[in-house]
């Protein structure tokens, strides 16, 4: 009688990266944590009350902070590549606290914050690469994508939570956050100890077709990737801080309904990346089949938005843009691993990186200039439109993509 496999060989990472992927990512997680509840829900409640600052001081320090990121991601992926895992993540984890602990230390001062929060963001910009790096290393031949999606998608959770978390205690009328976000912080230190100082489980040399290549080839790989890469944080940050104002009045959805519509959405995203994922992961074709296929549902299910339809009809367009989600997530991070050069991948990866934080800025600035000139309609129909040419650019590249990996 065959044995049963053990439960861990089904899991998309090695057991030898198990442990180095679990670090990884519980230290990302704290980070995230904080980063999300301080800039995003805290300071905006209390810098003038608790710090006697200006609220502008607050959106300075947000901005100052999501600069430095993502000015710093293409350099933090150079220095995993060059440097190793342990030494980045823990000066990225120690710049970190020490950003916290001249908010929390120091005199108040509109310059300190704005220092502190470049600081932070600095600090903040390694620890992704690390831990997608070190995922794609770790992952069993074949569940790239799974692996990717499977480390993203359990970590961004936390970033509402920090924000719902930070946001409540912003009424306590003291500085309980700060020392929570320190301590946090400080774990994240005390985790990347726990590191491997290089990349885990690197592809035996005979086998990698990333050596020797030269730069123009990695850039070749890169190129066709930046679209993705771009759209897939601006199609969510689009809307996201314009949903709830326009629920109501242009959806006829009131807050529970919202809430019960995204929930669905989340829900089958979620549900079916098993399957879709599976899917990504055959080959390099598949997974940029995924990656068009997401994005046309997603275009799909925003043009449905952008016509105002019944609200129980939206909750339909909610399951397609679900659907589409969960064919994008793992077929672009399927389409990452197997497209990049594995040695050159950190540097490669942090440049992407760049491109998607660009993507996360845009956002918001896009969808309400739309929201502004076009009214509800606005931020959909541009979110259908883009998702759409990106869609179809994905048909165009299919040469491109087999040259970069050829």
């Keep these: 009688m065959t044995p049963r496999p053990a439960r861990r060989e089904r899991l998309p990472l090695r057991a030898e990266g198990l442990a180095p992927v679990g670090v990884a990512a519980a230290a990302l997680a704290c980070a995230e944590f904080v980063r999300s509840g301080l800039y995003g829900a805290y300071l905006t409640q209390v810098i003038d009350t608790q710090f006697g600052l200006p609220v ?12 430095t990121d993502t000015a710093m991601r293409g350099p933090a992926g150079a220095l995993v590549g060059r440097v190793g895992l342990r030494p980045v993540a823990l000066g990225g984890a120690a710049l970190s606290a020490l950003a916290l602990s001249l908010m929390l230390l120091a005199p108040p001062s509109v310059w300190l914050f704005l220092l502190a929060s470049a600081v932070h963001g600095a600090g903040f910009s390694v620890m992704w690469p690390v831990a997608m790096n070190l995922t794609a290393d770790a992952a069993r031949e074949g569940y790239q994508g799974r692996a990717l999606a499977l480390v993203a998608n359990g970590i961004l959770p936390l970033s509402g939570v920090g924000f719902l978390v930070f946001g409540a205690l912003a009424g306590r009328g003291d500085l309980f956050a700060l020392w929570l976000g320190l301590g946090l912080l400080l774990l994240s230190v005390a985790l990347t100890l726990l590191l491997p100082l290089r ?42 801080p314009w949903l709830f104002r326009i629920a109501e009045d242009g959806l006829s959805l009131s807050y529970w309904s919202l809430v019960a519509m995204l929930g669905l959405g989340g829900a089958v995203a979620y549900g079916a990346m098993p399957l879709t994922g599976r899917f990504a992961d055959r080959d390099q074709g598949r997974a940029r089949a995924g990656v068009m296929i997401g994005y046309g549902l997603v275009s799909l299910a925003f043009a449905g938005f952008a016509l105002t339809p019944a609200p129980w009809l939206l ?92």
Excluded: C, I
């Design 56 to 67: 502008t001081a607050a959106a300075g320090a947000w901005t100052a902070h999501f600069l």
């Design 315 to 406: 909750y339909v367009l909610a399951v397609v843009a679900g659907l589409g989600y969960a064919f994008l997530s793992p077929a672009w991070a399927a389409l990452v691993a197997r497209v990049l050069p594995v040695a050159q991948r950190p540097a490669a990866w942090g440049v992407l990186m760049t491109v998607e934080n660009a993507g996360t800025a845009l956002g918001p600035l896009l969808g309400g200039l739309a929201l502004a000139k076009a009214g509800v309609p606005g931020p959909f129909v541009l979110g259908a439109v883009l998702a759409g040419l990106t869609s179809a650019g994905y048909v165009v590249f299919r040469r491109v993509f087999q040259e970069a990996r050829g």
């Design 199 to 240: 990349r885990v489980l690197p592809p035996a040399p005979d086998t990698d077709p990333s050596e020797g290549r030269p730069a123009r080839s990695v850039m070749g790989a890169l190129l066709p990737l930046l679209p993705a890469a771009f759209m897939q944080t601006l199609s969510m940050t689009l809307l996201g």
